[in-house]
């Protein structure tokens, strides 16, 4: 790869070598900027809040402790948290992916008779909303309290996500789709053996937002479920870090809120090491698409 | 069978239109059975049939009697929200962060995209990539958490300048603060879409330019840039009409005594009303009263992005 | 088709919807049917027959989360012959939660055990029909708190709204009393005596000399920091300005008319004539804020006494760097207890302290429990619900229980000197109380009196050091007659003072965090007082003076 990058990099006019150089500078100020404070935080987690706040990060490993990891990791919940968690993002991830992009596709063919219809009926709701209680009613009478399904379910379909993908597809040059006509493709043969396997770019992205975004949420859980059983990590967290309200006015809650407050501390940045780490780890996973090259000789000719 | 062309389904008369309709539901069911029906049945009965409760805006609501049975109070919710002595403040104060955000905030994963587009190593590029992505994990309590440590007094930041500041206490530095730290945690993870547009920039296509003599700015303007301007204009719509939405989480959490001639936004008032108040009416009032100017904001960009990107907008 | 189909046709799905969710409210059938006819001997404890109602109740996280597991309710159960079906919520999720359970009529329970509801959740319920006035059942049907009540009646006061309606079983926890009760004050100033001594000072009594022990551990700063093996900067005074404990406040008691600014939410203090102060508004309020602001100039005050939080405060605290801070508790903030005391009133104008609002009678949750309009027998529920006040259970369900076959427990059952049954608290080992206390207590409806302590149970430990702090220092110093009461407002007043209460302390949190910070003027102090015009803090007060007027009409 080396002399290959050399060379490219040589073959630039320079004015282009300037700016490649800008360029450069400007992505590191924007890394080295974000790479400090997560290096902060990940050695934060090491650190006891006290010494942390008195004598700053410090590398004298005999500052250093586990405590933190310890407390959260002994607590089995966390456990049950990670593997809900888990099944509720990949189920997420799997349902709201397909019934996204299904429902783009037409949405982005400009023959479709009734888009505006659908439009307008998509677009409403992306603004207009019945909130908490209807939508918990809703729920309560279709059975599904204490159920993952009222958290996987209702919100498989986004909207945001299918303009998104829309948008995509609308990118993709008309050629593909005269091809596919020529050639006598049925819709779905021309959706699933053409289209989507050079969508893999959205795919992934779509994917990943999913994931992420059912790995991190948490209210809609809250609300809805309440078997311990059945809580996903970040309900667990949550719960950890919260505990330092007190009850107003109850004496003997006054020193459980400096030591709840405390342990909330200790334990603030182990958290979040804890919940992102499994995505960092899944994260590569999904990278691999986002620059698969397009159509590298699908429409030649 | 060959499918006929658009055009030629032009209408002449109403009933034409209907059968010419019909025809092409029988010939493409596929669309509307597999494809579409999924998400439509999704759309109806998880966002519609809970509509009614906007109504909860205009009522003292009482769950007890539900939606229906609730004292109707009209606009009462409202003129109390609006008659608070400071409400064009909270206004302001919202309206002009959100802009600023707008302003500052929506090029940055643009250019990111395009910085990270000029990486030529790619393993090199999805390690920077990852790093990126990672403040986006934090939540947003942590983060003002170590915000406020490195703008304290004795903080990192006066330590580097050689200065005193107590940022947190200042007015003026409010919205830097809250708008530079959502770009330093959102900015990265924005860029994602980008990313995946810019992908479709077809390499052929930036070969030919190169070969045609094109530097790295022509690049840009004659390949880059056209494969993602239709996402950008999308985005920006839908930030456009979002612009009222500003969740009072970090608003809140950024908050002091001193800073709040700018930090006092309608999220965070109405928030620290429901605190006591409970008062489910008046926080839905003033949900919709945000949407309702959401969407005059967004109607507004997608007829002026529409004129000046060939007819292509949110709708 | 056409824009304007589309719209139509989508109002139509609208109207469709909403007419569907409406549906989802139900009513309320039933109900309590049986109501105060029933028969009191009928729902004496122990029943005859085996009957079970229905509670809603929360537990902390991680601990045990269905209460008939806990030894408190399988001892009651065995005691009544009443079993309960509960259903719970997680301690973190109670906010959030409430709400949806109280509107979804289908799984209403018969009562709510540990509700802790507000003023206006109250009013708003019972606007509602969600729940019952109990003050008829508790006549009737509840002898102990009946007891409670004739032997506290300042209690049933606070208890009853307007109209004379109770609506909520309370909770009682009284710690001393009156002048000597725990929550006289809660930003308790101290001092580091270890330095005090180090550096061969006296305790300061006036604010000049006060002045000048801040000045002197400022200067000597690098000989305590050897001395004592500090890290980090030493720091004369810290505090987190206007949140509540850690304010500093405390201090310009002894400035002007004495007022003081004891209470951070509301700022308001009675007159020994019965009249009804806005502190802000007073000279005192005015000379101690331009004090402090002179010791913040000398740097005596921690530059992040504005903006810090919590964690912030306790850690820097934590490693000694405090000459003098504020806290409930200064085991909360300081490494240990050993060389730190309170610190006595100053004197500057005047020596005096002014007691923090409601702190007369205090350790008080009006909205403990509550009983819905779904129980079918509420004089059988309210009769259960009364053995929570019985002198002896109260305590445990307060504290935590005594024999317990697995670990510790927070009690062991002793007797006092007549030989009756006396809770007397247990040595914990290293365990921490708050666990312990959490997988035992079930808190809910109770009554601790003061008169109990020494009878039915100990003072607990914390509380006692604390008591004994406030006896002997402050509360000589407290000559205030009257201390604003807890009011129960109607709902449309509770309304108005949330909304003006709002405003207004926000206006004088900013004036208080400013002035010290930057100094102000006469013109400074001036536009102030108009600020607080204009916000309407005339009509505030005026409030306040209306309920407390009643107040004392009623005693």
């Not at chain 1, 090491?46 to 410090?58: A, Y």
């Not at chain 1, 719960?239 to 809120?257: N, R």
């Not at chain 3, 000989?223 to 304010?247: R, T, V, W, Y």
């Not at chain 3, 407390?548 to 009623?554: C, M, R, S, T, V």
Request: glycine share 8%; net charge negative.
């Amino acid at each position: 790869m080396q002399p290959k990058k050399k060379s490219e990099f040589a073959k630039q006019t320079t004015g282009d070598k300037i700016l490649l150089v800008i360029c450069y500078c400007i992505l590191g100020a924007f890394v080295i900027a974000i790479v400090f404070p997560i290096i902060y935080i990940i050695l934060s987690s090491f650190i006891d809040p006290v010494t942390l706040q008195n004598k700053g990060v410090t590398f004298d490993f005999s500052q250093w402790t586990l405590t933190a990891y310890e407390r959260v990791m002994s607590n089995a919940q966390i456990w049950v948290g990670f593997k809900n968690a888990l099944i509720y993002s990949i189920v997420a991830t799997i349902l709201g992916g397909v019934i996204t992009l299904l429902a783009a596709y037409p949405m982005s063919r400009p023959d479709f008779r009734g888009k505006g219809f659908f439009n307008v009926i998509f677009l409403i709701t992306m603004f207009f909303g019945g909130g908490l209680i209807p939508t918990y009613l809703l729920i309560n009478n279709l059975g599904w309290l204490d159920s993952p399904l009222a958290i996987v379910v209702p919100c498989a379909f986004n909207v945001w996500n299918m303009i998104i993908a829309r948008t995509y597809y609308q990118g993709i040059p008309r050629d593909l789709q005269e091809a596919a006509d020529i050639d006598g493709a049925t819709e779905m043969d021309y959706f699933f053996k053409i289209l989507l396997p050079v969508c893999t770019p959205i795919i992934a992205t779509i994917s990943m937002w999913n994931f992420v975004g059912m790995w991190n949420s948490y209210f809609d859980a809250m609300i809805y479920l309440n078997d311990p059983a059945k809580q996903p990590l970040q309900l667990v967290l949550r719960a950890i870090l919260i505990q330092s309200q007190p009850e107003p006015g109850m004496v003997s809650d006054m020193q459980s809120t400096a030591e709840r407050a405390q342990l909330a501390e200790l334990l603030k940045y182990a958290t979040i090491i804890i919940s992102s780490l499994p995505l960092m780890i899944m994260y590569p996973f999904f990278q691999k698409y986002f620059d698969s090259g397009i159509m590298a000789g699908a429409v030649k000719g | 069978m060959s499918k006929p062309s658009a055009n030629t389904l032009a209408p002449r008369s109403g009933s034409s239109k209907m059968h010419n309709t019909l025809v092409y539901v029988r010939q493409h069911w596929q669309l509307y059975l597999l494809f579409m029906l999924p998400a439509f049945v999704l759309t109806i009965v998880f966002r519609y049939i809970p509509m009614g409760g906007v109504l909860i805006a205009f009522e003292n609501y009482n769950p007890f009697v539900g939606v229906f049975g609730s004292e109707w109070v009209g606009f009462s919710h409202f003129q109390r929200f609006l008659s608070s002595p400071d409400f064009l403040s909270y206004l302001a104060n919202t309206l002009k962060l959100s802009v600023f955000g707008l302003l500052w905030g929506f090029p940055a994963p643009i250019l990111l995209a395009f910085l990270l587009n000029r990486i030529l190593n790619k393993k090199t590029k999805q390690k920077i990539q990852l790093v990126l992505y990672m403040p986006n994990f934090i939540s947003v309590i942590v983060l003002c958490g170590i915000v406020r440590i490195l703008l304290s007094p004795t903080g990192m930041v006066n330590m580097l300048l050689g200065t005193n500041y107590n940022f947190m206490t200042m007015p003026q530095a409010f919205r830097t603060i809250y708008i530079a730290s959502g770009i330093w945690q959102g900015a990265g993870w924005g860029s994602i879409i980008y990313t995946a547009a810019l992908s479709n920039a077809s390499k052929d296509l930036i070969e030919a330019a190169v070969i045609d003599g094109a530097n790295i700015f022509q690049q840009i303007k004659t390949v880059e840039w056209p494969a993602i301007k239709d996402t950008v204009m999308i985005q920006f719509i839908m930030a456009v009409g979002n612009i009222m939405s500003i969740g009072f989480e970090k608003a809140y959490a950024l908050q002091t005594d001193l800073n709040m001639a700018s930090s006092e936004i309608i999220s965070t008032y109405v928030y620290k009303k429901g605190l006591i108040d409970g008062d489910y009416g008046f926080s839905t009032a003033v949900g919709l009263f945000n949407t309702v100017i959401n969407v005059i904001l967004l109607i507004s960009m997608n007829s002026i992005v529409k004129k000046m990107n060939e007819g292509k907008g949110i709708y | 088709m056409n824009k304007r189909r589309i719209i139509s046709l989508v109002l139509a799905l609208v109207m469709t919807a909403a007419l569907l969710a409406g549906c989802g409210g139900g009513g309320v059938g039933g109900g309590n049917s049986k109501g105060l006819e029933v028969d009191p001997a009928e729902v004496a404890m122990p029943l005859a027959e085996k009957a079970t109602i229905k509670g809603l109740t929360r537990f902390p996280a991680n601990t045990e989360s269905e209460p008939n597991n806990r030894t408190i309710f399988k001892r009651l159960e065995e005691q009544t012959n009443v079993h309960v079906e509960w259903r719970t919520i997680q301690s973190d999720q109670w906010g959030d939660k409430i709400q949806l359970e109280m509107s979804n009529a289908k799984t209403l329970p018969d009562f709510v055990f540990d509700a802790g509801f507000g003023e206006a959740d109250l009013l708003k319920y019972a606007k509602n029909g969600v729940i019952i006035p109990v003050e008829e059942y508790i006549d009737k049907y509840m002898p102990n708190l009946k007891k409670v009540f004739e032997q506290a009646p300042e209690y049933k006061a606070m208890c009853m709204d307007v109209d004379g309606h109770i609506w909520a079983l309370p909770w009682i926890e009284q710690l001393g009393y009156q002048k000597t009760a725990i929550q006289l004050l809660d930003n308790m100033p101290f001092i580091n005596t270890a330095w005090l001594d180090f550096l061969k000072l006296e305790m300061p009594t006036t604010v000049d000399e006060f002045e000048q022990v801040l000045i002197a551990f400022r200067d000597n700063a690098a000989a305590l920091k050897a001395e004592f093996g500090i890290d980090g900067d030493i720091i004369p005074m810290s505090c987190i300005m206007n949140d509540g404990g850690q304010d500093p406040y405390i201090l310009i008691n002894g400035f002007g008319e004495g007022y003081g600014d004891p209470d951070t939410w509301k700022h308001m203090v009675v007159t020994d004539d019965g009249k009804v102060v806005c502190d802000a508004t007073s000279e005192g309020f005015k000379k101690g804020t331009e004090w402090l602001h002179k010791l913040y100039e000398q740097n005596l005050i921690d530059v992040e006494a504005f903006t810090q939080d919590w964690s912030t405060y306790v850690a820097k605290g934590k490693s000694g760097r405090y000459g003098v801070c504020f806290s409930w508790d200064i085991g909360n903030i300081a490494p240990s207890l050993e060389g730190w005391e309170p610190l006595p009133m100053l004197k500057a104008d005047v020596k005096t302290i002014t007691p923090d609002t409601a702190a007369y009678t205090s350790g008080f949750n009006r909205g403990r429990c509550v009983v819905t309009s779904v129980a079918e027998n509420p004089a059988l529920v309210c009769s259960w619900l009364d053995q929570m006040y019985v002198p002896i259970q109260s305590p445990q369900n307060n504290w935590g229980t005594y024999g317990e076959d697995d670990g510790f427990d927070i009690f062991t059952m002793g007797t006092n000197s007549n030989g009756d049954p006396m809770l007397q608290h247990a040595p914990l080992g290293d365990k921490s109380p708050v666990e312990v206390r959490e997988a035992e207590s079930v808190n809910g409806p109770l009554a601790i009196l003061d008169s109990y302590y020494g009878v039915y149970v100990t003072l607990p430990d914390d509380a006692a050091y604390r008591l004994k702090w406030i006896e002997d220092i402050y509360t000589p110093d407290c000559h205030a007659k009257y201390c604003l009461p807890n009011f129960f407002m109607t709902q449309e007043d509770t309304t108005t003072d949330s909304n003006l209460g709002a405003d207004i302390g926000k206006c004088i949190n900013e004036f208080k965090s400013r002035s010290v910070l930057e100094g102000f003027t006469d013109a400074d102090w001036d536009q102030f007082q108009a600020d607080l015009q204009a916000y309407k803090l005339d009509e505030y007060v005026a409030l306040y003076q209306k309920y407390f007027d009643a107040y004392l009409a009623n005693q």
